[in-house]
């Protein structure tokens, strides 16, 4: 834990183990020049534990080591290590000594007798090979054949104090009590868990039929370090514990990139595809079709040449891709190429954290990209209730930090509901779509409705999902009146609509040809109208007209009679 | 004829004992049939690793054959001489 302690007078330094995940724990190791005490069961991985931090000493750090075995040679050691790839017969050159000192099986006694011997001899080993890590595996061995308590204690102390005194970085590995593991229990040697500066305890147990190792670290003078119990398997390179990276830790680069999601209008409601370094999550109840959006999935990838792993859980990868060519999603080719894998396991055969060290391992080797795991829920199958949501935390943690982008699919039975997977993980996937079937009309149509995207606006219409030999469609679904109408009933409604609309239209049509009509018969009849109008206003002026010329002509007339009369005088020159 | 080594540490108190109940014993029971070769671990600890010599002092039977190994100050007589097949002799 890389907490902020005070400057401590004198802060013991760590050497690191390179077991994955311990120096993390410890924060950095064991402690230099002091002793580790390594205690668990029969099978909990004591040697391996032990020997793999000498390899490590020896390979990465320029620290030769000795290995004291006491109980079983070193030449099955040797053989059994084979496996994790250390390179032991190179490094037994001139890194590595292996001291073999099991007791022979005929030995008398007589007397009492000390372990002065061994250290003398240690001694001229050390200084030829310049050692600074040392492991004495099965101490316990040893140790029980000294005669009583006192001599035992007087033994481990000798031991303890040669160590200090040469600086040496131990490590003691010794068998624990029978009963559960989880701690050492008072006997001879359980005193020496006081006595050293750093214990750990390494636990290997059933739980309802499935193997759990377990790993704690029980003490450690002078700093903080994880007090947990965590899980660790025994993977290709040896031992593997499983932390979580705290989040401080994760150097995530967030990225706007958008993968394609291989159904090009999901990609168009997701606005534009999944993020690259997603977690998606699919779920529905068996028979949805989860299955189909993840080849999807994995075949829009490796159309970008992105290299691609498929994780089937429980069915078969060549049945899946076989079945996923019936939909028009041609896997086939992307697995010869080389650019997909698919990986087919039966979860019933390890626990969750095998499955995650698997799931790791082959990933990194094959520098995926994408990983599709269909179904994740299946690792919280009986015996992992306790481990699998952690393990799914971590996958998704570890798939964030290399920016692959992870893709589940989880099937809901009848137990959950669509609330939540019974993992959980729903609330830490970054994009969530549901399938469901709507039983309608004696069909069963697919939905598809995205219920979280984190980062997207996304649409929140359920469209239906249709599966053809020309691939994945969504179409959208009728809402009528309030109700979602899929398959035939859609269609039917839709047909219905069309001719409607077409009834409509030519209606209209008929409407706008008789309004016409009637229009221009207006037009006509305003139009004579005018004329009439035009008439009369002519006839009227002209009226007008005559009736002021013939008052005119009327008064004239009398004056002229007048004046012929000669009645009145006349104004001359009035013409 | 007997051959011993007996790897010792230096002057530690359980190796002197050794030494000296190992002489005592081939005075009493082989009285010139063994040979007796002392090693001192400290002083010549690459033989004790080719040896597997991790529990000092320790006696090693290298003749009459087969080898065996006895640890310890020597001190309980009886189960030396068994070990060393020679309890019936003794007796």
Known sequence: MKSRRPRLARVPTKVPTGITGFDDITGGGLPRGRTTLLVGGPGSGKTIFALQFLVHGAQQCNEP????????????????????????PELRRKKLFFLDAQPTPDLVQSGNFDLSGMLAALESQIKAMKAQRIVFDALDIIVALLPDQTARRREIYRLHDWLLARGLTGVITSKSGVDDGSSINQDSFGFMQFMVDCAVILNHSVVMGVS?????VQKFRGTSFDENQAPFVIGKNGVDVAVVRTLGHMDVRVTNERVSSGVERLDTMLG??????????????????????????????????????????????AEVVRNLASVGIRLDRYVKNGCLDMISART???????????????????RARCLVIDPVSTLSKAGNELTAHSVVERLIDWSKANGITLFCTSL?????????STLQISKIADTWIHLNYVVQAGERNRGLAIIKSRGTA????????????????????????????????????????LVANEVNAVAGRLKRVKLDAEEAELEERMKSL????????????????TAKSRVGELSEGRTRMRELRGADATILGRK | MFKFRLYIAGDALNSA??????????????ANRCEIEIVDVFREPKRALADSIFMTPTLIKLAPLPDRRIVGTLSQTQPILQALGLDTLAA
């Open chain 1, 530 to 545: 005018q004329v009439e109008l035009v008439a009369k206003q002519t006839e009227k002026a002209l009226m007008t007209r």
């Open chain 1, 65 to 88: 080591g000795i290995f004291v075995a006491f109980e079983e040679t070193s030449s099955r050691i040797a053989t059994n290590a084979e496996g994790f790839g250390w390179k032991l």
């Open chain 2, 17 to 30: 004992q050794a030494v000296i109940n190992l002489k005592a014993l081939c005075r009493t029971h082989l």
């Open chain 1, 348 to 366: 019933i055969t390890g626990s969750a954290e095998t499955f995650l060290a698997r799931i790791k391992t082959i990933a990194e080797a094959r």
């Open chain 1, 412 to 420: 809901l039975d009848e137990v959950s509901t669509e609330s939540g």
């Open chain 1, 458 to 497: 996304h649409s929140n219409q359920v469209r239906e999902m249709i599966l053809s030999g020309a691939g994945v469609t969504l179409a959208d679904t009728y809402t009528a009146g309030g109700e979602v109408l899929m398959g035939t009933l859609r269609w039917e409604k839709e047909s219905a609509d």
């Open chain 1, 272 to 317: 534009g595809g999944y993020y690259r370094g997603a977690c998606v999550l699919i779920t529905g109840f068996p028979g949805t079709a989860k299955t189909t959006l993840s080849g999807a999935f994995a075949e829009a990838a490796c159309k970008r040449a992105e290299h691609t792993t498929f994780f089937s859980f429980d069915s078969d990868g």
């Open chain 1, 212 to 216: 759990q190792r377990n790993l704690r």
